[in-house]
T-cell receptor, first 112, second 116 residues
Framework: DQQVKQNSPSLSVQEGRISILNCDYTNSMFDYFLWYKKYPAEGPTFLISISSIKDKNEDGRFTVFLNKSAKHLSLHIVPSQPGDSAVYFCAASDTGTYKYIFGTGTRLKVLA | GAGVSQSPSNKVTEKGKDVELRCDPISGHTALYWYRQSLGQGLEFLIY????????KSGLPSDRFSAERTGGSVSTLTIQRTQQEDSAVYLC??????????????FGPGTRLLVL
């Protein structure tokens, strides 16, 4: 049972436009959510996170939105840059446990 | 250290051989995680260490997999009698405090294992 789902395996966006990556989860106990970026042959690197007490967190060009009622989060990248081309993973955790559950990733390609 | 390091970066082995993968977490991080990423899949949780203890080993795919952590630092993941389905990227991550804290996991570059 996939508790964290990223239903779009890939996304292409023109440079300068907005990239929106989506993630859905099923476990209502999740209270902390993270986005990671992964380049080929490297480990995932942390991008941005959000606690369930918030519905938005912003860091520069990156904003994460959380809709708890829909069990949905999204990552917005504005403006998109070619260097943003990577695989993006969302992850969720229930703070009471040690587990971080990852989605299968979305490959973003930003076209110059 | 500056970040999480893993060795070897690549490992090619023959079916049936044993392999040992190593992870050096960030200095001072008490929690350590092992994940596996098979081709086209997400990150599959394997095991978690809080200090030298592994409270839950249920993520390990079979009894051919084992892991240990010594001195609250270095961890080794051992796969005995490797099978072709063990081929994957094995990732290690660490956090400062672990369970019950909202923390960022810091990942190593991974070990790419290919079982022929």
């Amino acid at each position: 049972d996939q508790q964290v789902k990223q239903n779009s395996p890939s996304l292409s966006v023109q440079e300068g436009r907005i990239s929106i990556l989506n993630c859905d989860y099923t476990n209502s106990m999740f209270d902390y959510f993270l986005w990671y970026k992964k380049y080929p042959a490297e480990g995932p690197t942390f991008l941005i996170s959000i606690s369930s007490i918030k519905d938005k967190n912003e860091d520069g060009r990156f904003t994460v939105f959380l809709n708890k009622s829909a069990k949905h989060l999204s990552l917005h990248i504005v403006p998109s840059q070619p260097g943003d081309s990577a695989v993006y993973f969302c992850a969720a955790s229930d703070t009471g446990t040690y587990k971080y559950i990852f989605g299968t990733g979305t490959r973003l390609k930003v076209l110059a | 250290g500056a970040g999480v390091s893993q060795s070897p970066s690549n490992k090619v082995t023959e079916k049936g051989k044993d392999v040992e993968l190593r992870c050096d977490p960030i200095s001072g991080h008490t929690a350590l995680y092992w994940y596996r990423q098979s081709l086209g899949q997400g990150l599959e949780f394997l095991i978690y260490f809080q200090g030298n203890s592994a409270p839950d080993k249920s993520g390990l795919p079979s009894d051919r997999f084992s892991a240990e952590r010594t001195g609250g630092s270095v961890s080794t993941l051992t796969i005995q009698r490797t099978q072709q389905e063990d081929s994957a990227v094995y990732l290690c991550a660490s956090t400062l405090r672990g369970q019950k804290f909202q923390e960022t996991q810091y990942f190593g570059p991974g070990t790419r294992l290919l079982v022929l």
